[in-house]
């Protein structure tokens, strides 16, 4: 028999999200609405921000020294692919919605 | 609320009789009531605005200026109807009641279908024109390149360490402050298509004047095209070559200033947010969900300074 490690297993943020998402649609109140909209985006984000964590550490601390140096073409190339890979972790909000349009 | 007002209107000798129609959903500093203020000549539909501890009382103030300065221009703006800059109001801060403009809201260009989201493009272009072709001395001293982004690095300090990307252009902007402008200008300050009210394929009406300030008009220019959300979908050349046009040219270099600053006063509202969220002292979840589009801004940030196209 196998054991999971938790005391129950948590719900995905995926499904939270799709849950929150449904439950916006039903809600008549136009402030509500957005602001589940919202929380909908917040949850289907949970835990991706720590992703490439070692990529993102290097990059980083290559960048300031370029900042330090006064090295501009450099510093924006590493700005560029650092901002690439923090994009590539974020799921897009709805912000049409979230915005109570 | 409703009696609040109409209480205040008669101890100007305005009879009349206010109605509370319902609060905006979108907007995230001020509060924004539409009202039906019925006098003996009719029925007025207005605005009534109202600072919260998140934009300070002086939001309204300086809102309340700038609309009497573009009152009777070509700049299409809400009328101005009552206001009261003290906090000896029914509300206990400032306020300001303006008409209520025909339209609707779009959140971005991208909402709006071709073509008339270019021929609303070329209106709002227009009216950035014609609003920097206005007089600004009346709402103070303006604001240079150099300490817009003075005032911006103090805030940033303020919300926490910064992402290195930000560090990074923040360093680049400062290598290149441009002079201040030849000709100081009104500057809407946050002049984009979710302070535009369109009715069909026409603008009626800019909204959300509380940052106006003279300073350089190149910094509105800038602005406008940056991608809030959503990337625009205009052409943006074309745009710029009609602004030129109108107002006698536009500095490529000084432009892209702008845009860069703008990109970090974007990162900016996303910080500020989300610590306004993270802190308690707002329960909004947009502000929460801010945080997920500064990575989003930070890559537009880049490209934009690699010289890579804006996605």
Do not use: K
């Not at chain 1, 949850?43 to 090295?71: K, W």
């Amino acid at each position: 028999m196998t054991l999971t490690p938790e005391a129950w297993p948590a719900p995905s943020p995926d499904r939270l999200a799709d849950a929150v998402a449904g439950l916006a649609e039903r809600v008549g109140e136009g402030d509500i609405r957005a602001q589940l909209h919202a929380l909908s985006g917040v949850l289907r984000n949970l835990g991706r921000e720590s992703l490439d964590g070692e990529a993102r550490g290097r990059l980083g601390a290559e960048l300031a020294d370029a900042v330090t140096a006064g090295d501009e073409r450099r510093t924006i190339v590493l700005m560029r692919e650092l901002a690439r890979i923090d994009r590539a972790a974020v799921r897009a909000v709805d912000w049409s919605a979230a915005s109570g349009a | 609320m409703g009696h609040g007002l109409a209480e205040w209107l008669r101890g100007r000798g305005v009879g009349a009789t206010v109605e509370v129609l319902g609060r905006a959903t979108v907007g995230l500093s001020q509060e924004t009531w539409f009202v039906r203020v019925t006098t003996a000549t009719g029925d007025v539909e207005a605005v009534l605005r109202l600072p919260t501890p998140a934009s300070g009382r002086r939001a309204i103030v300086t809102q309340r200026m700038a609309l009497q300065a573009v009152a009777g221009t070509g700049v299409p703006a809400p009328e101005l109807l009552w206001f009261d800059d003290g906090d000896q109001t029914p509300f206990s801060r400032p306020f300001i009641v303006m008409t209520r403009v025909a339209g609707t809201v779009p959140v971005g260009w991208h909402e709006v279908p071709e073509p008339t989201r270019t021929r609303l493009a070329e209106q709002a272009i227009e009216a950035l024109a014609a609003l920097h072709d206005l007089d600004p001395s009346p709402l103070g001293e303006p604001v240079t390149p150099g300490s817009d982004l003075e005032r911006l690095g103090r805030r940033l300090d303020r919300v926490g360490p910064l992402p290195p990307v930000l560090t990074g252009a923040i360093a680049w902007l400062a290598h290149r402050i441009p002079d201040p402008p030849v000709r100081p200008a009104i500057v809407h300050g946050d002049f984009r298509m979710g302070n535009l009210v369109v009715d069909g394929d026409r603008l009626t009406g800019v909204l959300d004047w509380e940052m106006a300030a003279p300073g350089d008009p190149l910094s509105d220019l800038g602005w406008c095209f940056i991608p809030v959300w959503e990337t625009a979908g205009v052409d943006e050349q074309a745009l710029v070559r009609r602004y030129a046009e109108r107002t006698g040219g536009v500095d490529p270099e000084r432009l892209h200033w702008h845009r860069v600053l703008g990109y970090l006063r974007l990162a900016y509202y996303a910080l500020a947010g989300a610590r306004a969220f993270d802190g308690g002292r707002s329960d909004d979840f947009r502000l929460a969900a801010l945080r997920l589009q500064l990575p989003v801004t930070l890559d537009r940030l880049a490209a934009t300074l690699a010289g890579d196209p804006v996605a």
